[in-house]
Structure formats: structure tokens, C-alpha cells
């Protein structure tokens, strides 16, 4: 990326993205490929934060409903990913099964499926006999699924450095470890100070800070109520390939997945972490729990070994769903963040969608349930 040092900062650009994350650096790209001037500011390395530190799911299943246009616009971006960008990002399409575990929530799952066939999302029933006879790794404890034959999982520790690298390929200027530290409006548009003091000034401000997101919205006179969330994720070795296809749980305790190497991945529950010293970590306790849960679900892996367990810091909205859209107070801001832990596969439509706003006022991709004045 970008050396400050033998590059120094433009007193004035046209548009400043707040955030490397993959929205931030996919709404860079696109703008940019526009033929909009554009700098991404990153208070350490594109993909660093929750970006770079979740499970990989790129998952419509289980959506709200508020959530599905953006999910569907990103899922087309996922199937163009190397063209895009140059890489898959590891992408596969190996399909997203949510298994139940009561008869109550194979009825949760049916309805779910209903919804969702209504937007036009294909979802299957899966019964019990017949999930054993396709995956007859797992055990009796699952009931029932549903499935999304669309779905699957990426690599999220390259995803948003490649987007990055795209971006700055296509005129932006990218620079890491440069935190923003200061916000305030000037002359019609933004001053943006460096926590080294340096500072620029735009035209047109876009916030995708994650978990910082509203601690930068309320230096201009917006308060949104986010917390913080930070899941709980642990890695094996390689093992032969036995899991074929993105499992998540009803409940949410459990998720899991083999990836093409043959480590398998599994999340549920929470770690610990503290925004503001920029640092999180698993407890050994969740990961115990973790591991039993998915060994109730598939009892064949008991036995492998443990390499490296991780947590991260993502922004969390009390209806977890993104604050995302133009802002209703302060003209040329425009927000993406607090993505509630399920934003790795929105991320390239989000910023597909951020740059739909930010060139032309309004985007074809229905975003009227999570727009930022249902907070203020």
C-alpha cells in the first residue's frame, strides 16, 4: 500500500473512505473505477479487524429479511471475485446447510424458507433420513435442515487485501496505519485529521469503520448504539476430507466447515476484547464448549488436534443489521458499518451499493430496513 512517508497526504481529495475492511475497499474500488478520486484511510492493515477475523461464511441463509437485497447484489460479486479482484479469495460454492436440532425449529426453518422463496432465494427442506443419507458424518442430534445451494465460504484473511490491491490498481490511494482521529465539516465538506495530525480535506465522507463506525458518526452529531461483539473461532489440523458443505445451527452455538486443505473450521459464542485498546481473544472455556458441540454433531472427528484458536472486534446494532445508507442529518456522509457479525459476505456489495449513493443519489438494491435514520 501506500508509503505516507515518500507520499505525502493531498490537502484536499474528493471522497475519504473510512475503514479497510472488504466494504470500505470494494466502495474504494468502485468508486475509483468511476473515475472517482478517492483515499481509504486504515488504522492498521486493510482486512486487520473483523474483516480479516471471522469464520469465512458466505451465507444468504438465515438473513432477515431487511438483509437479503444487499446479500443477493454481494452474492453475485462472490461468482465474479477473480475477475474483479484477480483472486477467488478461496470462494466456494459448496452450498449452506442450518440444521435443526427440536421439531420447533424445523418449523423456524420452514418459515424462514418461505420468506425467503418469496425474494426469490432457493431453499430446500432437508429431512432427517434424508440429511444422514447425504452427510452420514452427522449424527441423531440433527433433526432436520434446510439448505441454500448458493452458498459457501471464502478465505477471510485475503478477501480484503485483495480488494485493497484492486482498488489501489484502479487509482485509489490506500494507506494503512492511519487512524482517523478527528472529524468536523468545513466549507460545504469534511476535514479529516490523522491521528499524526495530518489532515485532508473532501467532499464526500464515507464511513466504513466497523466497530468504530459510530464513534466516528457522533464527532458529527450522530449517535448510533453500537457495541461490540467478538466471536469465538478455533482451527484444526488437516484432516481427510469428510464435512462437504458450510453448516450453521439453529441457536447459533455451533458452526462449522472443512476447508479445501482439510482443516476444519468452527465458531459459536463469544471471546473477549476491548475497542478501544484494539485488541481480543478466544476463552478456552467457549472453545471447550464449542468443540463438544460440534462433536455432538459429528462424532467423527473426535480425536484431532486443535492449532490455533482467534476472536476479533466487529461493531453489533441492537437489531443486528447494519447502519447503512446516506446520513439523514449531515449531507455527503454516508455509512456502512455494524455489520452484527455477519458482514464478511456483504462486503462487496456493500460497497457496490456505497458507490451507487455516493455517484447518484440512490441504488437499484433495496436497503429501505437498515437505513441510518431508524436509529436517530
Known amino acids: 500500500m501506500i508509503d505516507s512517508v515518500k507520499n505525502p497526504l493531498p490537502s484536499r481529495v474528493e471522497i475519504v473512505v473510512m475503514g479497510g475492511g472488504t466494504a470500505g475497499c470494494s466502495a474504494a474500488l468502485h468508486l475509483a473505477q468511476a473515475g472517482r478520486k478517492v483515499v481509504l484511510f486504515e488504522q492498521r492493515l486493510c482486512g486487520g479487524m473483523a474483516s480479516g477475523q471471522n469464520y469465512g461464511g458466505v451465507r444468504q441463509q438465515g438473513r432477515l429479511e431487511v438483509e437479503l437485497p444487499l446479500s443477493f447484489r454481494s452474492r453475485e460479486l462472490w461468482d465474479k471475485m477473480e475477475k474483479i479482484v484477480g483472486n477467488d479469495c478461496g470462494f466456494r460454492r459448496t452450498g449452506h446447510l442450518k440444521l435443526a436440532r427440536t421439531p420447533e425449529q424445523i418449523a423456524s426453518l420452514e418459515e424462514w424458507a418461505v420468506m425467503a422463496r418469496r425474494h426469490g432465494l432457493t431453499v430446500t427442506m432437508v429431512t432427517g433420513n434424508e440429511l444422514r443419507t447425504q452427510h452420514p458424518y452427522l449424527s441423531e442430534e440433527a433433526c432436520g435442515a434446510s439448505f441454500c445451494p448458493t452458498d459457501g465460504s471464502a478465505n477471510p484473511r485475503v478477501t480484503a487485501p485483495q480488494w485493497a490491491r484492486a482498488a489501489e490498481k484502479a487509482g485509489a490511494d490506500v494507506r494503512e496505519y492511519c487512524p482517523v482521529r478527528a472529524l468536523e465539516r468545513e466549507g460545504g465538506g469534511f476535514r479529516v485529521t490523522l491521528a499524526d495530525g495530518r489532515s485532508t480535506c473532501c467532499d464526500v465522507l464515507v464511513n466504513t469503520a466497523g466497530a468504530w463506525g459510530a464513534g466516528l458518526a457522533a464527532q458529527l452529531g450522530e449517535s448510533y448504539p453500537e457495541g461490540t461483539l467478538h466471536p469465538n473461532m478455533n482451527v484444526s489440523e488437516?484432516?481427510?476430507?469428510?464435512?462437504?458443505?458450510?453448516?450453521?445451527?439453529?441457536?447459533?452455538?455451533?458452526?462449522?466447515?472443512?476447508?479445501?486443505?482439510?482443516?476444519?473450521?468452527?465458531?459459536?459464542?463469544?471471546?473477549?476484547?476491548?475497542?478501544?485498546?484494539?485488541?481480543?481473544?478466544?476463552?478456552?472455556?467457549?472453545?471447550?464448549?464449542?468443540?463438544?458441540?460440534?462433536?455432538?454433531l459429528v462424532p467423527g472427528l473426535a480425536g484431532i488436534n486443535l492449532i490455533r484458536s482467534w476472536s476479533g472486534i466487529d461493531?453489533?446494532?441492537?437489531?443486528?443489521?447494519?447502519?447503512?445508507?446516506?446520513?439523514?442529518?449531515?449531507?455527503?456522509?454516508?455509512?456502512?458499518?455494524?455489520?452484527?457479525?455477519?458482514?464478511?459476505?456483504?462486503?462487496?456489495?456493500?460497497?457496490?451499493?456505497?458507490?451507487?449513493l455516493v455517484i447518484r443519489g440512490e441504488t437499484p438494491t433495496d436497503i429501505s430496513g437498515l437505513l441510518p435514520k431508524r436509529f436517530l
Open 238 to 296: 488437516p484432516m481427510a476430507p469428510v464435512i462437504s458443505a458450510n453448516f450453521g445451527v439453529c441457536g447459533g452455538d455451533i458452526y462449522f466447515r472443512q476447508t479445501g486443505r482439510g482443516n476444519i473450521i468452527f465458531g459459536g459464542g463469544r471471546g473477549v476484547g476491548d475497542r478501544d485498546r484494539l485488541w481480543s481473544r478466544p476463552l478456552a472455556e467457549v472453545n471447550l464448549r464449542q468443540a463438544r458441540a460440534m462433536l455432538r
Open 315 to 356: 461493531g453489533m446494532m441492537p437489531d443486528e443489521s447494519p447502519v447503512f445508507g446516506a446520513s439523514p442529518t449531515v449531507p455527503g456522509l454516508f455509512h456502512a458499518f455494524g455489520f452484527s457479525g455477519h458482514g464478511f459476505q456483504l462486503g462487496p456489495g456493500a460497497g457496490a451499493v456505497l458507490c451507487d
